[in-house]
């Protein structure tokens, strides 16, 4: 066998093949509007909007529960998440840095309350037959949501707002950061929806 040596690194001049990133979409901020103008008489309507003001996750946001919604100090903590594909509550949140407390503007507490209320009607009506989960977003019998109704529902209303397809579970902190990173902001987007002239 014939010994040659190599002057030049041959895998220098090897062009590396190109991955191709699918870019994310982020809605603007007329379409955040229009979305959750669309979505707001739904029942899940409270959820896509924490997930728009908040960033919170969407297993996060269906295993909220009430007791820890601080309503004196407008804050909301995560401390357990939905196991995907299953309607089971885990205790255990995706990471330490997942277990935080939120911050959260006084006008969308105002909405939590109206869920609240609401539920306390649907708890009367049903009386041992609602199963309480103690949870913000349960169904109609106060089970936790199905992560995939929830968003069958978030494409269904997409199309009727005449919005980009996006998707939830990756775009949720994208749509926060984009579309409320300034204060003021977030409260003319807030009056936009009517929150504020309601209370």
């Not at 407390?101 to 869920?115: A, P």
Request: with cysteine; charged share 30%.
């Amino acid at each position: 066998m014939k010994k040659k040596f190599i002057v030049e690194n041959v895998a220098a001049i090897v062009e590396a093949p190109r991955l191709n990133k699918k870019q994310i979409q982020i809605w603007t901020y007329d379409e955040c509007r229009r979305f959750l103008n669309h979505v707001k008489e739904h029942l899940e309507y409270v959820a896509y909007l924490l997930a728009l003001i908040t960033g919170m996750r969407q297993s996060d946001i269906l295993a909220l529960t009430w007791q820890h919604v601080y309503f004196e100090r407008n804050t909301i903590s995560v401390n357990q998440t939905l196991e995907r594909g299953t309607r089971a509550l885990d205790p255990k949140v995706k990471s330490k840095n997942s277990q935080r407390s939120i911050r959260v503007d006084h006008e969308t507490m105002l909405e939590l309350q109206k869920q609240k209320r609401r539920i306390m009607k649907e708890k009367m009506y049903l009386g041992e037959e609602y199963n309480d989960f103690d949870l913000v977003i349960p169904t109609t019998k106060g089970t936790p949501i199905n992560q995939r109704n929830i968003l069958r529902t978030f494409y269904r209303y997409m199309k009727k707002a005449g919005v980009r397809q996006i998707d939830f579970m990756i775009c949720a902190i994208h749509m926060h950061l984009c579309c409320f990173k300034m204060k003021q902001t977030r409260k003319l987007f807030l009056r936009d929806l009517n929150i504020l002239s309601e209370h």
